[in-house]
């Protein structure tokens, strides 16, 4: 079993939806959580970052932890073509070395306009 | 530049040689590290340096694989005798502190025939 499932998708919703990503992890150690988008050819760039449980809200991007059930989401309102990408869903354990993440497999995301 | 930088984009080499991968990361971050990203899967740490020192290297997938650190600054990823295996695109990124969200470079995508 890995550490940390991520449903890969593809997932395609019509422009405006409302979007729900998820992974779930085995590693109650895991402390520090974040979310990824990554673009065709390109290196991931950092969306959410969020330590321990808890909701966190930036513009259309809302991140939620649950730890008693070791499961994270991602929402995005009103989803945009230019959303279309994939999330990586990652986490860390350390206090000392977050840079350390295990990374689910990627959700692929499409809009449709 | 005000990004990670990496290069080759892309390589393509014969089995058996070997390959020198190289990370130019964001001025001032002195925590730098390597994940491999193989094709449809999420990032595979490889290798974490804090200045020049490697304290972290438990991602290494096999002593064909090597990394340095130099000035602070410059890291090469090195794999010696390429098996097909190694096909992945091998992502840098750096930090300004151990446990600050990392910055991607866009990686490089090697390909072993």
């Known amino acids: 079993q890995k550490e940390v499932e991520q449903d890969p998708g593809p997932l395609s919703v019509p422009e405006g939806a409302i979007v729900s990503l998820n992974c779930t992890y085995s590693?109650?150690?895991?402390?520090?959580f974040m979310w990824y988008r990554q673009y065709s050819r390109k290196g991931p760039e950092l969306l959410m970052y969020?330590?321990?449980?808890g909701n966190k809200e930036d513009g259309r991007f809302t991140a939620q932890v649950d730890k008693s059930s070791k499961y994270i989401s991602l929402f995005i309102r009103d989803s945009q073509p230019s959303d279309s990408a994939t999330y990586l869903c990652?986490?860390?354990?350390?206090?000392?070395?977050?840079?350390?993440?295990?990374f689910g497999q990627g959700t692929t995301l499409q809009v449709k306009p | 530049g005000a990004g990670v930088s990496q290069s080759p984009s892309n390589k393509v080499t014969e089995k058996g040689k070997d390959v020198e991968l190289r990370c130019d990361p964001i001025?001032?971050?002195?925590?730098l590290y390597w994940y491999r990203q193989r094709l449809g899967q999420g990032l595979e740490f490889l290798i974490y340096?804090?200045?020049?020192?490697?304290?972290?290297k438990s991602g290494l997938p096999s002593d064909r694989f090597s990394a340095e650190r130099t000035g602070e600054s410059v890291s090469t990823l090195t794999i010696q005798r390429t098996q097909q295996e190694d096909s992945a695109v091998y992502l840098c990124?750096?930090?300004?502190?151990?446990?600050?969200?990392?910055?991607f470079g866009n990686g490089t995508r090697l390909t072993v025939t």
């Open positions: 990124a750096s930090s300004t502190e151990r446990d600050s969200p990392l910055h």
């Open positions: 590693n109650s150690a895991f402390q520090y």
């Open positions: 969020t330590y321990s449980s």
């Open positions: 990652a986490m860390s354990a350390s206090s000392s070395n977050t840079g350390k993440l295990i």
């Open positions: 001025s001032g971050h002195t925590a």
């Open positions: 340096f804090q200045g020049n020192s490697a304290p972290d």
